[in-house]
């Protein structure tokens, strides 16, 4: 090997380590053959990545766009869009006082559905953690309804048994409790969607429970041995080994619960009875883009409302570092 290519193997390692400390590319060390296999790669990664690019673009960031900019026009699907500015929005807060129902109705659901789901699911997942045998039908039978509890065909069955005469009423009559037909109580109705909310607790139940098996059983021991009791050791050991879970199940939870509709639709027939009571944002969208034709102004409540969601998911993001703790945190 002659001087100068020593030289240049010796000086070049150096030279690339302070190259790549510099953030240049580390490509101008690659041979021309390298790039080339590097560039398709590459290229392979992208056809990989295409069907799921132009899913993303052409069903979700686009339409997303154009709905943005629906939002400030006056537009009825059969006639171009007509600019209006702000108009929509000003109506949605200061002329629409069934959109204020239907915000109020939807924050309650929320923001008491959401709650009583995740205690639910909490309590049945720390039931079968410390249960071995039939575990595994348990769990079966508590996810079945998360996976058909949207459906028209569960809605249409939920409507059935609330209805008057119906399962429901007639077991409440025969104990002495005559409330009558939940779906036509306006009273009632929003508890029992709340209830049908909280019969679909089985997805948050399984991560619940997968959360559970990761805590360490010393902890427990240690706990017990200093005395702890059991709320206590629910309080100083489950609830902070789980609370990574519990904010993955209460970010998750807060946003399918804003985008309920199946259910409320089926249940009140489209028309968000009674009085109004399940006529929650996306049962009022829905009304307003393709029974009355004013999607500039249907626009305008999903920006809204994805507005919301957003506030809420940075909320809960922000504060985090209060309750959330991590395996190797200090706090």
Do not use: C
């Not at 290519?5 to 380590?17: G, H, L, Q, S, Y």
């Amino acid at each position: 090997m002659s001087t100068t290519a020593t030289r240049v193997i010796v000086t070049d390692r150096p030279a690339k380590r302070r190259l790549l400390r510099s953030g240049r590319p580390e490509s101008k060390f690659q041979r021309p053959g390298q790039r080339a296999r590097s560039r398709r790669e590459t290229a392979a990664g992208y056809a990989f990545l295409s069907p799921w690019l132009i899913g993303f673009f052409g069903l979700t960031a686009i339409p997303m766009v154009y709905s943005l900019y629906l939002s400030f026009t006056k537009y009825n699907i059969f006639q171009p869009p007509k600019w209006t500015g702000l108009d929509n929005y000003i109506r949605l807060f200061t002329n629409d006082p069934v959109f204020i129902q239907s915000a109020e109705i939807t924050l309650v659901y929320v923001f008491i559905g959401t709650p009583i789901t995740m205690a639910a699911a909490l309590a049945v997942a720390m039931l079968l953690n410390f249960r071995d045998q039939g575990a595994g039908f348990f769990r079966s039978a508590f996810y079945a309804p998360s996976l058909i509890g949207g459906s028209v065909s569960v809605a249409i069955v939920w409507r059935a048994m609330f209805s008057t005469d119906g399962p429901v009423d007639n077991t409440l009559s025969f104990f002495g409790i005559d409330i009558g037909g939940w779906i036509g109580n306006p009273a009632m109705i929003l508890p029992m969607m709340i209830l049908l909310h909280v019969w679909q607790f089985g997805s948050t139940m399984v991560i619940f429970l997968a959360g559970l098996k990761q805590i360490p059983k010393e902890l427990y021991e240690a706990a017990e041995m200093d005395g702890a009791g059991a709320w206590r050791r629910f309080t100083a050991v489950t609830i902070p080994m789980l609370s990574p879970v519990i904010f993955f199940n209460l970010l998750l939870g807060l946003i399918g619960a804003f985008q309920v509709f199946t259910s409320a639709y089926i249940i009140s027939n489209g028309t968000g009875g009674p009085a109004g009571m399940t006529n929650f944002i996306t049962v009022y969208l829905y009304k307003r883009g393709f029974s009355d034709g004013q999607m500039g102004y249907a626009s305008a409540i999903a920006w809204v409302l994805l507005v919301v969601v957003a506030i809420i998911a940075f909320i809960l993001f922000r504060t985090q570092r209060s309750w959330v703790h991590y395996a190797g945190d200090d706090r």
